[in-house]
């Protein structure tokens, strides 16, 4: 089993999160008792309480904001102790770039706290109003730090601190990307597939047969389209109702995704009617065969929901794309042979 981070709105983020920050306290209380900072040591001490705690009460019930409010104040009082202690040469103001970008990508949990980008800036403000503050106070001689360091372990307190502004500020990028791949494929999905069945809706239907019809025009080859409707569909939702015609519309779409697996291409059309082109060279025979498969899945199966099952069938119509046939006139050849179906009696395939 591979190892994954978790995403923003996982909810395994925060504990996450402050398990990560644990284990860094817990880390840099080794560094404070290796350099000998026994003030340092006992606010690292007080960190690692603080997530252990937080851990242990406010995970579990799920306070967002209170975590949040945690992870602020800690990290705000935690670097000025370390350059008021070790002093700015060490770099812990360096943490405050990275949590600036973390707060900011925070505020995309909208579903878990309210602050939102309102809450980041306050954040930016003060992060960046403390930065000032211990530069002024240290350039000008007013905060002379406490603990005299060896010239190599400032050098690498630095260096460590450098690493985790980076760090925080990757993986925190890393989310923002991911956040924003996942909104770009949701929004394609809404764009080219129905909400209700998850088939294509019209728009990509539309589209791919533009596409379709220019190979057809280039290459001669034939393609047939059918227009499949669901019989009596108002005499549904009329009498059980829409959640019930909707539930009907799902599971007709499912008998589609199970028999037209030969490469035809399929969708939601509007209403309880779906498209479906054949694919590539396909014979009028073979195209038949699979639209016969379709209806006789349908005209066997129990539709609807758990103690309301009903007797659904459906009526296709099919027509053979011909020389200077629009996009129009080819839906229209297969829309008069589903008519054709309606009329003589329905639950069967015409063209």
Known sequence: MGFKLPDLQDEEFFPFIFKIIMGLHVFLLIVYFSVGSLRMSAAGSI??????????YLVPKRLYFAMVMVIFAETLTH??????FFGWECGFQLWYFGLISAFYCMAFLKDKFKSGFKGSMMVTVTYTAAYWLLYKLTSEGKIRKTEVLKASSISWLYFMNLMIAVWIIAYFAYLFTQHVDLG???????ADYDELTGLYNRYLLNHLLDVEMKKMKSRKHVCWAAIADIDFFKKVNDNYGHNVGDTVLKQVADHMRGNLRKGETFGRWGGE????????????EQF????????????RSSFGESGQMLHITISIGMAEYKDQMTAEDFIKAADDRLYEAKQTGRNKVVG
């Open 47 to 56: 960190s690692v309480l603080i997530y252990f705690l937080g851990l242990k």
């Open 288 to 299: 038949r065969e699979a639209l016969e498969g379709l209806r006789r899945s349908v005209e």
């Open 273 to 284: 009617e779906f498209l479906i082109l054949s694919q590539e060279d396909m014979t009028m």
């Open 79 to 84: 670097v000025m102790c370390g350059v008021v």
């Open 184 to 190: 770009q494929k949701r929004l394609h999905r809404r």
